[in-house]
């Protein structure tokens, strides 16, 4: 018996879902980005596509949440179909509200039937729970229970100015964004909670949560097995056929 070169293969330890905010007010364009404003949904699209480029041997899955939540990606490892079935999300296609317990308690159904030992839901919302059926504390109440850490972001600018015809005026852009439930999410799951309030900030909390929860496989070794006993034999019979030729 032959044995090869040792072979290694990694699995992932960790289920990663994203849960992001579809409500109508993702629309509004107060997130710097370089020298341009960009609405907030865009802003998340481009930043998180970048998150999850890095999250190789991760299994992630996509909830989109506006007046109900849906699965839009199941947990998977293909990160080229979760970045493309984010960037194809729609403002208004699923409604203008915003069902943010409903968006945790379908990431918590979803984890049900993982194995990994690891289960960390990422939250992006920039408003209150408006609508659906599920409180959102209710529902980290729940997600705490099957081990699952939720990170929480709230996005929007807060204060800009706002330039009108002839004058200009400051206006808080983010007084719907209920700071404190995201807060109590966060600490109640053993997750945190950020303030994004441009793309840069994005960038940096991604960064962060990376750091926080790096990935995280397990190595397997082994080694390919080649049985030798048909080379004698494959032999054997090749040298019996010689003899028949040579008696002849």
Same mark, same amino acid.
Not at 52 to 57: C, K, L, M, P, V
Not at 156 to 171: Q, T
Not at 211 to 216: A, F, N, R, T, V
């Given at each position: ?30 997130? !710097?980005?370089?020298?341009?404003? #960009?609405? *907030? ?28 939540a849906y699965l839009q990606t199941p947990l998977t490892l293909d *990160?080229?179909? #979760? ?13 203008? !509200? ?72 400051? #206006? ?32 940096s909390i991604y960064d962060t949560i990376n750091q926080l929860e ?5 190595? !397997? ?14 032999l054997a019979l090749l040298l019996s056929v010689v003899l028949v030729?040579? *008696?002849?």
């Amino acid at each position: 018996m032959w044995y090869g070169e040792p072979i290694s293969t990694t699995t992932s330890h960790r289920d990663l879902m994203l849960v992001v905010d579809l409500s109508y007010s993702m629309s509004q364009e107060d997130m !710097q980005s370089g020298q341009q404003m #960009v609405d *907030r949904l865009t802003a998340v699209k481009q930043v998180l596509s970048e998150f999850i480029a890095q999250r190789e041997g991760d299994r992630i899955g996509l909830i989109l949440f506006a007046d109900h939540a849906y699965l839009q990606t199941p947990l998977t490892l293909d *990160r080229q179909t #979760v970045t493309e079935q984010l960037n194809q999300a729609v403002l208004k296609l699923i409604g203008t !509200q915003t069902a943010m317990g409903e968006g945790i308690g379908l990431a918590t159904k979803t984890f049900i039937d993982s194995a990994a030992p690891q289960r960390v839901m990422i939250l992006l919302s920039d408003g209150s729970n408006t609508a659906g059926v599920l409180d959102p504390l209710e529902a980290a109440n729940i997600a705490k229970q099957y081990q699952t850490t939720i990170y929480t972001v709230g996005v929007g600018a807060g204060e800009m100015i706002v330039k009108d015809f002839l004058f200009s005026r400051k #206006v808080n852009t983010a007084q719907d964004l209920d700071e404190k439930t995201l807060q109590t999410i966060a600490s109640t799951t053993g997750g945190q909670y950020f303030r994004a309030r441009n793309q840069q900030d994005l960038q940096s909390i991604y960064d962060t949560i990376n750091q926080l929860e790096p990935i995280s496989q397990s190595n !397997q070794t082994w080694r390919p097995q080649t049985e030798w006993f048909f080379y004698p034999l494959s032999l054997a019979l090749l040298l019996s056929v010689v003899l028949v030729f040579v *008696r002849r």
